[in-house]
């Protein structure tokens, strides 16, 4: 048996939601403790703990405590394994894009 337990939710889980994407941008700017981060969302600190939650769990966010208050950030590196998917399946656009281009070009002339 390893020592560290799977992510109870992983990255794709995590960005499905666009308040969660949005989330994720709002925390890569800066740290922020739960009140501030409410205050950009129409919805109950309570919501936003919830999906706070569910990225910490697929380690998108770390969390510190500062005095009583608790402090989120973006935790960039899980988003790798979404960089590598898309690379995957970028370059069949990167094809379809050059092969429309060649036939637009070739129709023209």
């Keep these: 048996m390893t020592g560290s337990a799977a992510p109870k939710h ?23 403790p739960v009140n501030a981060i409410s205050s950009h969302y129409p ?7 919830k999906h706070l939650r569910i990225l910490s769990e697929a380690g998108l966010v770390k969390e510190r405590k500062v005095g009583r208050e608790t402090r989120y950030r973006l935790e960039p590196e899980p988003l790798r394994e979404l960089q590598e998917w898309l690379a995957y399946y970028e370059r069949f656009w990167s094809n379809k894009l050059a092969a429309l281009k060649r036939f637009v070009e070739d129709d023209e002339t």
Excluded: H, K, N
Aim: aromatic share 4%; glycine share 4%.
């Design 43 to 49: 919805m109950t600190r309570t919501a936003v703990s």
């Design 10 to 32: 992983d990255v794709f889980q995590a960005i499905a939601d666009p308040t969660r994407r949005s989330l994720l941008r709002l925390l890569g700017e800066e740290e922020l």
